[in-house]
Each structure stands twice: as structure tokens, then as C-alpha cells.
């Protein structure tokens, strides 16, 4: 009978109903026991109701709410028992936020953009919690590289004071020493300072700046020293600057190519000469020296660079093949024997191996071989194909007694599919057959009681 005097009225008369004061507690109720729906009721209530003064403000409370979005963490016992920032949400988010200040940038208004990252900036040191994992240290790292690149265009608008230009690089400069960037490391800031420094001062003014900020900074800022110095057309200084940090590769390698662009090829000759004598010589700095001296038609210079990136480089036989064509066939076999006894001093035995191949320089291939402690095994089983058939019997004894040696040694299930592959392997060289069913047979015989070995072995006969 109760249930009848129950009114069947609609939710929207029902409200209509509610006293005002007990509708919004209720609101706020709910607000307070749910994140999901108090984040979901700060955008409906933002985007229907808040009336924003400034396009200043509007911006800075969409980052804001960026921050206010929640989601279950795992707790120390292993269950959701925690709520944190989500972190997706605010870096999409401050995406989505850039691509609508870019309009805002092309018309000038640098001061726009610039509050609304200092504001993001702020507020992460503001909220920041212990939740950031790896792919949210991935995405906070790039969006303050794009900060980076914004800030930069925007110091450049001209309709922007200076005065506030330095306003916002004082906070920047302050930001730099956020506990939250010492803590998690996605982002230098003093580079993002720097970047926005360079483009918002006067070249002078920038100079000074730069100057205070070098002790113990690295290699990035002496490269805009470089730049500012050329700016400001201080080419002595300039000059005295990269001598005087030969180390610095951010400054002399740029220079060097500068230099060999603008056809000073003995100025760029003498400058990598000067960067090898005190780094050492690199694959970098001998790949540039040789394209100078080819310029400058100096075969002899050539040919010495080539030999010296043939000794560093042992990726591949690229440089000894591009060696053996610039050397004159006349003067090959002293080049070869010079190249070979160096690598020989040097125990680059797979290297020295390669070339003795490619070569066919096989007797002396073989001694490589049988001298070879740490690579003996591998090197037979690269080379013996390409061997002399007299040299087959002493490598094919060697390396079953290798095998036999390992198998006695096995004694992990995962340990025999790698055995076995290297057998198979071995078993394919010329003239082994014999010696591969000699050790079958004593493997089988020795090791029954490993099962999971000899099946294993079972493709081999």
C-alpha cells in the first residue's frame, strides 16, 4: 500500500523540487567520495557556467583541471588501493592545450603562450606525486622539448615587451631548480631557460647571460657561445673559443664542416688535425679528414686516412676494400704486409682473420688459427671451408675435442638445444662426419641418463 503513495514523477520535476542548499550538498557529497565524477562535474560546471575575464585565465584553468584527473594506482600490497595523478591525461592534455595557443603564436601573442607553460610548469611542481612511471617520464620529457621549441618562437614576437620577456625568463631560471626536475630528470631545464634566453635578449645581452650560466654546463651552451660570437661578428674570440675546447665536439666538428662547406679546406684540414691531436682520432674525425683532403686532390693524404679508418673501424673490410682500390697496384703488397703486422701487434685476430681471407692469404690464415687461444674454436669453425683440405684433420681434432670438452660440461636442459646447434653446426664443415659419429657414440653411451641431451641430438647420425 506504501509503494502506491510513492510519487512516479520524473527526475527533472523531482529536482525542481529539491531545496537548492541540500541539492548542492548532495553534490558535493558525491564529489568528495568519487574522483571520476568530481573531475567529469568540474567539466561540465567549467565549460557550461565559469565565465573567464581573460583568455589568460581561460587557458590557465584548463591546465589546472588537467591535473585534477584521477586513477587507481596499485598500492604496496599489490591492489588498487590508491588514487594518483593520471599522468595521460595530463600530458595529452597540455597537447591538446598547445595546439590551441598555436593560433594564438601566429598572431604575436608570445605572452599568452609563455604564461600558460609557466602555469603547466607551476602546477606539475605543485601536484606532482610518486605515480610518474616510465612511459609517463617518456611523454612529460617530450612535451618539454616542444615547450622548448614554443618558447623559443614565442621570445622572438616583437609586439612582446622586453620587460616581460625577462620576467618570464626569471621564473624559467627559478623553475630550473623545481624539486621535481632534480627529482625525476625528464627535462633540463636550464636548457629550456637558455633556448628562450637566446631568442628573447639582444645578441649582447645574451652574451653576458650565457657567460654567467657556462661554469660546469656542458657542451650545449659553448655551441650558442659560438653562434652569438658569429652573430655578433667577435670572430677572434670566436676562433679562441674552439681552440681553447678541442674536446668540445658540439662546436669543433660543426666548425670543421663549416670551414670545408665554405672551401677553407686547409683551415678545416688543420682544425681536425688539432681536434685528433688532443680527443684521439674517431671514425668521425677520419671520415672528415678524408673528405677534405679528396677535395683538395691529395692522393697520398688519401691513402693514409683510409689505412688509419681500415685499423679503427672493424665493423666490416668497407675500408680495406676502399684502401686496396686508392693504393697502386705496385705498391699494394707493402701496404698489405704494413695494414697486416700492425693488426697482428694489435691481436685484432677476427679482423686480421677476414682480411686474410679476403685476401686468400690461407697458410698464414691457418697460423692465425692454431695460435689463436680465445678465438680458436670460432675461427675454424668460420674458416675451415676456405682452408687447404692438409690443414682439415688438425682443426676437425681440435674442435671435437672443444665439443666433447663442452658436453661434459652441460648440465642445464636450455644448455643442450644451444649444444646441440653448435654440434649440427660442426657437423656441416668438410671432412667432420667421422669425427661428429665418433662423439655421437660417446655421448650416447656416456650420458643416458640425460634424456632431454639426446633428443636433442636426434637429427644427427
Not at 669543433?252 to 665554405?262: G, H, N, Q, S
Request: glycine content about 4%; aromatic content about 8%; charged content about 35%.
Amino acid at each position: 500500500m506504501e509503494s502506491k503513495n510513492k510519487t512516479t514523477l520524473a527526475p527533472e520535476k523531482l529536482l525542481e523540487q529539491v531545496p537548492t542548499d541540500e541539492l548542492r550538498k548532495f553534490v558535493q557529497k558525491q564529489a568528495k567520495r568519487n574522483a571520476d565524477y568530481a573531475c567529469e562535474l568540474n567539466d561540465w560546471l567549467c565549460e557550461n557556467f565559469a565565465q573567464f575575464p581573460s583568455l589568460k585565465e581561460k587557458f590557465a584553468n584548463r591546465v589546472e583541471r588537467l591535473f585534477t584527473r584521477m586513477e587507481k594506482k596499485m598500492g604496496w600490497n599489490g591492489k588498487y588501493s590508491e588514487y594518483g595523478i593520471n599522468w595521460t591525461v595530463v600530458t595529452r592534455g597540455m597537447g591538446d592545450v598547445l595546439d590551441a595557443l598555436k593560433p594564438e603564436l601566429e598572431k604575436g601573442n608570445g605572452r599568452l603562450v609563455a604564461r600558460t607553460i609557466l602555469k603547466f610548469i607551476h602546477t606539475l611542481q605543485e601536484k606532482a606525486d610518486d605515480t610518474i612511471d616510465e612511459d609517463d617520464y617518456l611523454e612529460l620529457s617530450d612535451l618539454h622539448e616542444e615547450f622548448a621549441e614554443i618558447l623559443e618562437e614565442s621570445a622572438s614576437s616583437e609586439s612582446w615587451p622586453l620587460e616581460e620577456k625577462l620576467e618570464v625568463l626569471k621564473e624559467l631560471r627559478q623553475a630550473s631548480n623545481y624539486s621535481v626536475y632534480r627529482k625525476y630528470r625528464f627535462y633540463r631545464m636550464k636548457s629550456l631557460c637558455v633556448d628562450f634566453m637566446l631568442t628573447a635578449l639582444p645578441p649582447e645581452q645574451a652574451y653576458i647571460e650565457l657567460r654567467r650560466l657556462e661554469p660546469g654546463v656542458g657542451g650545449d651552451l659553448l655551441r650558442h657561445r659560438v653562434n652569438i660570437l658569429r652573430k655578433l661578428g667577435r670572430e677572434e674570440e670566436l676562433q679562441k673559443t674552439i681552440l681553447s675546447n678541442l674536446r668540445c665536439d658540439e662546436i669543433v666538428f660543426p666548425e670543421i664542416e663549416r670551414l670545408r662547406d665554405a672551401g677553407k679546406l686547409s683551415e678545416a684540414r688543420d682544425l681536425v688535425k688539432k681536434q685528433m691531436s688532443v680527443r684521439g682520432r674517431s671514425e668521425r674525425s677520419l671520415k672528415l679528414l678524408l673528405d677534405i683532403v679528396k677535395r683538395q686532390d691529395d692522393q697520398t693524404a688519401v691513402i693514409e686516412t683510409l689505412y688509419k679508418l681500415t685499423l679503427d673501424v672493424q665493423r666490416s673490410l668497407y675500408y680495406y676494400e676502399k684502401l686496396k682500390g686508392a693504393v697502386p697496384s705496385a705498391d699494394w703488397a707493402s701496404m698489405y704486409e704494413r695494414l697486416t703486422r700492425q693488426l697482428d701487434q694489435r691481436r685484432d685476430e677476427a679482423y686480421l682473420a677476414s682480411i686474410y681471407a679476403a685476401e686468400s692469404d690461407l697458410d698464414r690464415l691457418y697460423q692465425l688459427i692454431i695460435q689463436s687461444r680465445g678465438n680458436r674454436f670460432s675461427l675454424t669453425m668460420e674458416y675451415l671451408p676456405i682452408l687447404p683440405g692438409k690443414y682439415h684433420p688438425e682443426l676437425l681434432q681440435y674442435g671435437i675435442a672443444v665439443l666433447r670438452d663442452k658436453v661434459s660440461r652441460v648440465n642445464k636442459s636450455k644448455e643442450y638445444a644451444k649444444f646441440a646447434k653448435t654440434l649440427i653446426q660442426f657437423s656441416r664443415l668438410p671432412g667432420s662426419a667421422p669425427y661428429v659419429t665418433e662423439l655421437l657414440t660417446h655421448i650416447r653411451t656416456t650420458y643416458k641418463r640425460r634424456p632431454s641431451l639426446i633428443r636433442e641430438l636426434r637429427d644427427l647420425h
